[in-house]
């Protein structure tokens, strides 16, 4: 499913139109990214489906796989998400 399909079931699960569904979508979809954004350690729990986690990755050594020379990656932080019990069950 992508987000144009999810948009359309919830659209006739509410029993209203695309436009207003994709507005709660896209809502829901900026308030996980802006709390996530905030850094490490920052995340957002929904109960009975998962945790959105955001989580410091420093840099490290690496080697090119071209020229086998050491090099360091940059340090960034991403996010993860954690299924609940409910989902891992699936």
């Known amino acids: 499913m992508n987000k144009k ?3 359309a079931k919830l659209a006739d699960h509410m029993d209203t139109n ?3 569904a994709g507005d709660a979508v896209n809502g829901v979809f900026d308030l996980i ?3 996530l954004k905030k850094g490490d350690g920052h995340e957002v729990n929904l ?3 998962g945790k959105f986690v955001a989580k410091h990755r420093p840099s490290r050594e690496m080697r090119n796989p071209q020229t086998g020379k050491p ?3 940059k340090a960034k932080t ?3 998400f954690k299924p609940s019990a ?3 069950d699936l």
Request: hydrophobic share 45%; no cysteine.
């Open 5 to 7: 399909e999810l948009i």
């Open 78 to 80: 991403s996010a993860q």
């Open 86 to 88: 409910g989902l891992k």
């Open 33 to 35: 990214v802006g709390e």
């Open 18 to 20: 695309q436009s207003v």
């Open 47 to 49: 109960p009975g489906f």
């Open 71 to 73: 090099m360091m990656s």
